[in-house]
């Protein structure tokens, strides 16, 4: 048999809880006009005591004769009562109200089951909320009693009695941008409970009976992380992973989600002097790390060029040969700016080919001392020379 806990409560209402939080509790629902001790003490009835009511159920009399109305034919009958919350899936811990018909009189009683036999034979007094404390379903039937009345039709609720709660997904890590693509680790609370996630911004769904993932949803595996690279990522390199948990019996946890963006590996600027009595061959910023600024030898009031923009990334890049065959997803094309973080929104870009993985900037591009020059790696709104999208990188600006 299921357990179901009666509690007492006093006043003039009682709030209810049928989703997944910690349950509030007050008074029942009285009618408005009842007193609530005259419910419990109606008829001297002791609410401990089922009620048999074999010879006087729904429809059955109060009148001396055993007739259906009284002696004046006037006897109405009363209406079902309802239940709040409405039938359907519940926390355990809920409580439950049986809010009486309308017009119910003080001196009235409720009778109500939860064991699936009728409450006009093995029913039990009805005084304050009843509290749900086991998974399942259990159907709940009452009807109601007063002196001078028909007794009211039985009403029948069938409820789904769920968990509460399981916690949110957990993301590792959280939402970030980054140009080395990663795995992303999903944990729950309890852990026994199923991780369904999507990566297109839908959202995810499971059947509750099961606890499997349904839809378009994917299944998380503990031993299989998400891998956030090109292949998930949209143009942009934008991808919004959403999750939810699910466990049979138990209401699913709230929608948890967090954004991703996959960019290219930073640009490095390299020179060589323009007018050839400066630093031999190609100055670079270091290996892997880009120049935030930059000193050349040459001669007073030259200007500083030709530049060459070379993408940086797991390979170190000591000269151009070095860095001909990348690692990392190579740009579609270069943009340059000297009045500011330039963007993939230029006028003259410079294609980036595996074979040229770098870009010789035009002699506009050359500058002086106290100039700035600052270029990006971009890609196409259609993949060229990458596998998948990404983002622009970072753009790299240089004050000489």
Known sequence: MRTVKVVLATGASLALLAGCSSPTRTAPVDGGARDSAALVDAGGRDSSVPVDASADGPGGSDAPDGSDTSPDGSEPQLAAPTFAPAPGDISTGSLLSIVPPAGFPANGELFYSTNGQSPVVNGTLYTHGIDFEDTGTTTLMAFARAPGFLDSPVATGVYTV?????????????????????????????????????????????????????????????????????????????????????????????????????????????SQSSVGTGLPGWDWGGTGQPWTTMSIPGDAGAPYGPFVAQQVGSLPCTGAASCSGPAFALADFVCWSKAGPATCVCASPLPLTPAGPYATLPASADVSPGDTLSVIACQASTPVNATGFYGPSVPITVTF
């Open 162 to 270: 769920l968990d509460c709660c399981i916690g949110p997904v957990e993301f590792n890590p959280t939402s970030e941008t980054t140009d080395a693509p990663f795995l992303l680790q999903l944990s729950v609370t309890p852990a026994s409970a199923t991780i369904c996630y999507t990566l297109d911004g839908t959202t995810p769904t499971c059947d509750q009976a099961s606890a499997a993932c349904t839809g378009g949803s994917r299944t998380y595996l503990a031993a299989q992380p998400i891998p956030i690279g090109p292949a998930v990522t949209g143009p942009g390199g934008h991808v919004t992973v959403t999750a939810t948990t699910c466990e049979a019996n138990a209401f699913p946890s709230p929608l948890s989600s967090q954004s991703y963006t996959l960019i290219l590996a930073p640009l490095e600027l390299a």
